[in-house]
């Protein structure tokens, strides 16, 4: 049952990192968009605001999902977390606790304190990634009992975990940072 289990997670975790990826993209080229060609179309404006107004919601419920993820491939599959991925865990895991607080307080202003934790998971699963794409680099040994190289998951020959960690920091940051920009702007 775990093994079934697991094998649909993966797929399942793996094709939400590429949609992650892909919104993120979105909303960037959608910023960019209304600041390059300073558009004012509704469409994106109602766009920029649907992300803002329930960006600490969307961003809790991404970071609320990567940590039942997390726990399921460690607790139920198995899976030994190497250290990057503890380092990976340290930033995620409270943004479920701060982005709560912020939607319970209805407070938009939370963003400034889980901001940081998102930044610091995408850069150090950036280096976690890569460091599993280039496994020949020099002695980097993360730990004597799993390696940071080695990837528990490989789905469409590039979605590892470090890439899943990778691609829910970057919306989450997304999220949180590009619709205050627009916000200070507008202001």
Known sequence: MNDIATEALNKIFSILAIVSISISAIIFITYLFSKLF???????????????DNSVVFSWAIATLATFGSLFY??????????????????????????GIG???KNHEIWLYAFPFSLIGLLVSIYHYQLQMFPDQSSISCSTDVSCSGSWILEFGFVTMPFMALSTFLLISVLLLIPNIIKKEDN
């Open 38 to 52: 300073s558009a004012k179309l509704s469409i994106i404006g109602n766009f920029n605001k649907l992300i803002y």
């Open 103 to 105: 939607i319970i307080k």
């Open 74 to 99: 460690s607790e139920v599959s198995g899976f030994i977390p190497c250290t990057f991925c503890w380092y990976e865990r340290i930033a995620m895991y409270p943004l479920v606790l701060i982005l």
